[in-house]
């Protein structure tokens, strides 16, 4: 049996501009602030002091924890995790005497399915993060990350592959695959470059 769905939840001290969507089952805590034009999903968690907007776009089951800000030009899609604290840019050149601070100077950034974000992480913006994407807390990301690469440092570098559970992938001795999460036991290959679940095989 399933819980019915509730309507969002926007705890008395945020506050919510005109012209935004929330999804069913989701929760905004204390202190936030979502402007106008901006969609939330269902059944999202927003931690304290989280800033959204305008017109970002968060899909749904997405975790935010506190201290965060989603400005214009950020898309995060179905289930991502950005821990506490980390932090997207939107202009790559800041300057006040020469301000750069229009819509047309954003640069677009998106964060694939299933990628979690450490605490503390910086994401410059313009990059793209591959679905299931580790990256690890004190990061500094500036440029593409993979899909399932286990990335950290500054700048980022990869280390290793993610599983979509979020565990580091160890080397699999199966012959079908190149890698396995010691946790689910979900196996993985290469698949023109990019690594991809083994599907034929499921664990
Ligand atoms: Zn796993």
């Known amino acids: 049996m ?53 017109r970002a776009e968060v899909g749904n089951n997405v975790k935010v924890q506190n201290n965060v800000s989603i400005y214009e030009g950020v898309t995060l899609e179905d289930d991502v995790f950005c821990g506490p604290s980390m932090v997207f840019t939107n202009v790559t050149t800041p300057s006040c005497a020469f301000p750069r601070n229009t819509a047309d100077q954003f640069a677009p950034t998106r964060v694939g399915r299933g990628a979690s974000i450490g605490a503390n992480a910086t994401i410059v913006c313009g990059i793209t993060i591959g679905q299931h994407a580790l990256i690890g807390a004190g990061a500094v990301v500036t440029k593409d990350v993979p899909a399932h690469a286990l990335v950290y440092g500054n700048p980022a570098r990869q280390h290793g592959w993610a599983c979509e559970c979020g565990v580091r992938l160890q080397a699999s001795d199966d012959a079908k695959s190149a890698f396995s999460c010691p946790d689910c036991n979900r196996l993985y290959r290469f698949s023109n470059s990019s690594l991809a679940r083994v599907t034929d095989n499921a664990a």
Do not use: M
């Open 2 to 54: 399933t819980t019915p769905s509730k309507p969002a939840f926007v705890h008395e001290s945020s506050y919510v501009d005109e012209e935004v969507s929330i999804g069913r089952d989701t929760q905004i805590w204390h202190f936030c602030h979502v402007l106008t034009g901006s969609k939330i999903g269902e059944r999202c968690r927003i931690g304290q002091n989280v800033v959204i907007g305008p």
